[in-house]
């Protein structure tokens, strides 16, 4: 379809409605690991049981919903036995937490989401234990145990040295000592807090202890592994220790399944993350997050393309073998429609995400524009999936404060309804689903463009696209180059309104974004 020619405007809009979501190149279809993936926090997303919990019934209830959405990959956070709601302290790693459902559930779960041709990712959280797991409990019954040296412990007077500095005592430090009970001078180290005893790496019976639970689970059919606080394994002062370490774990996982996936939570700076490639060949764009949600909220998007180019450099400093694990926001951090509290601002979030290079993470509800502020329970809400009086699989593990019927129109409801949020995120995945430029294009930002604009080339051998957002509140022209003309076609546009002029110029809506191929 030819944009920039005598057609006339009438014309083109209506060509635009009809075909506002091409396929792309008709016989290119994305592969995971570089598909789009979906976080689900399973006690929040569906009961299928009827107990109130979400659970593994609920969730293979619901994967016709996500096939149909275009994820090709689910990243479930903690399944195992633990204190806590959200399970980040496990007491049994081979075992699934009774509220979620039995071993036989996850089996059938696993089962159906292969069926459909979605991969699976569970959270593994190796740093640390809960302190109900039962190596802690052994260690402090007797000092004596094997399991003893499983966790870090000290003296009070040699935490003492390690936590004073020339400016007084290192308060961070010195909190995450923790005493025990039992003994009068025993502490253990515990980085989070006191329910999660670290456990002690420099144990070679720890380390093969976690390489035995990897294997369990790749053995019975899970296709990766998200690593929860991968940059805490050791100490900062040991960050070359912790490269090592997942080095060695990926050696480990790699000869049960050369494919498997390894993603890493490593919350920091592009610079500090980038050396954990070698091990973790997947690692969570922190960067980019915060990139795209300041620019939207700025209405500013000038050097948003030009830095996600400038982190990806980076990551080629140490390796080609990466999947960069693109996202918003996720579990730890406030929803997107509570930051930027407009519908159109969560669209082009949407729209930047899921036409940047990577592989983009979707957390549960995002495409139904669920909100959520912390305290964490707050952004872990139910999901939502009919109005509340016939909504059978809703999960009620928690009265929700911010995702409520009078907030947030459900799935069925936005199913129903053409240009919804939901909608917008399907025709958005299946888009990039279709691309080989989308999915596996080399970036190339374009600059010298209006500042509300974020504009940048996907090229690939199959085919090249021109993408541009305008992530600010007005109107704004666009004036392609003599050589940017050659992009004449139009593949995607979330807005029907968009003005093409003559000579490669035309006026994109506030808030919108267009994909010319």
């Not at 930047?352 to 592989?359: F, H, K, M």
Request: hydrophobic share 40%.
């Amino acid at each position: 379809m030819r944009c920039f020619s005598s057609i006339s405007k009438i014309i083109l809009v209506a060509m635009l409605a009809l075909t506002g979501c091409n396929s792309g190149n008709g016989d290119f279809e994305a592969e995971w690991p570089n598909a789009v993936s979906y976080e689900v926090f399973v006690r929040a997303f569906a009961d299928g049981s009827g107990d109130g919990i979400g659970d593994f019934k609920g969730l293979t209830a619901k994967l016709d919903y996500l096939q149909d959405l275009g994820v090709k990959s689910l990243w479930l956070m903690p399944i195992h036995p633990s204190p806590s709601y959200h399970k980040y302290d496990v007491e049994d790693y081979k075992a699934i937490h009774p509220d979620y459902g039995t071993m036989e559930d996850f089996d059938e779960f696993l089962r159906q989401a292969h069926k459909r041709d979605i991969k699976v990712v569970l959270d593994l959280v190796v740093n640390h234990s809960s302190r109900t797991h039962p190596w802690f409990q052994a260690a402090i019954a007797d000092t004596t145990s094997e399991y003893f040296d499983f966790y870090v412990w000290e003296n009070e007077a040699n935490i003492e040295s390690m936590t004073v500095t020339e400016t007084g005592p290192d308060s961070d430090n010195l909190r995450r000592w923790n005493p025990v009970d039992e003994y009068d001078d025993l502490f253990f180290y515990a980085y989070f807090w006191s329910g999660m005893p670290d456990l002690n790496f420099d144990n070679r019976a720890v380390r093969d202890t976690i390489y035995d639970i990897g294997r369990f689970w790749l053995e019975k059919g899970v296709d990766g592994f998200r690593l929860d606080a991968a940059k805490h394994i050791y100490p900062d002062d040991r960050a070359e220790d912790n490269h090592a370490f997942w080095e060695e774990f990926r050696a480990e996982m790699e000869a049960v399944n050369p494919d498997v996936l390894l993603v890493g939570e490593v919350w920091a700076s592009t610079e500090i993350v980038k050396p954990y490639l070698t091990g973790l060949p997947s690692l969570f764009n922190f960067d980019l997050g915060y990139a795209i949600m300041d620019a939207i909220r700025d209405g500013n998007g000038a050097q948003l393309a030009k830095r996600h180019a400038e982190i990806l450099n980076e990551y080629l400093d140490v390796t080609s073998d990466f999947v960069d694990a693109t996202f918003l926001t996720n579990h730890d951090q406030d929803r997107v429609m509570s930051v930027l509290k407009d519908e159109n601002k969560a669209r082009v979030a949407a729209s930047i995400l899921l036409t940047l290079p990577g592989a983009p993470y979707i957390y549960y509800g995002e495409e139904i524009g669920m909100l959520g502020a912390k305290p964490d329970p707050n952004i872990r809400e139910p999901m939502l999936w009919s109005p509340v009086e016939n909504d059978s699989l809703r999960s009620r593990w928690r009265t929700p404060r911010y995702s409520t019927d009078e907030t947030v129109r459900p799935v069925s409801v936005q199913l129903a309804d053409p240009n919804s949020l939901l909608h917008h995120y399907r025709d958005l995945i299946h888009l990039r689903n279709g691309s080989a430029a989308l999915t596996l294009g080399t970036l190339y930002p374009v600059e010298r463009m209006p500042q509300e604009l974020v504009v940048f080339e996907r090229h690939h051998e199959r085919e090249q696209v021109l993408v541009i957002h305008n992530v600010s509140d007005a109107n704004v022209g666009v004036a392609l180059s003599e050589r940017l003309q050659e992009y004449a076609n139009v593949l995607w546009s979330s807005n029907s309104d968009v003005e093409f002029l003559s000579g490669g110029e035309f006026i994109l809506p506030a808030y919108s974004s267009i994909v010319l191929k």
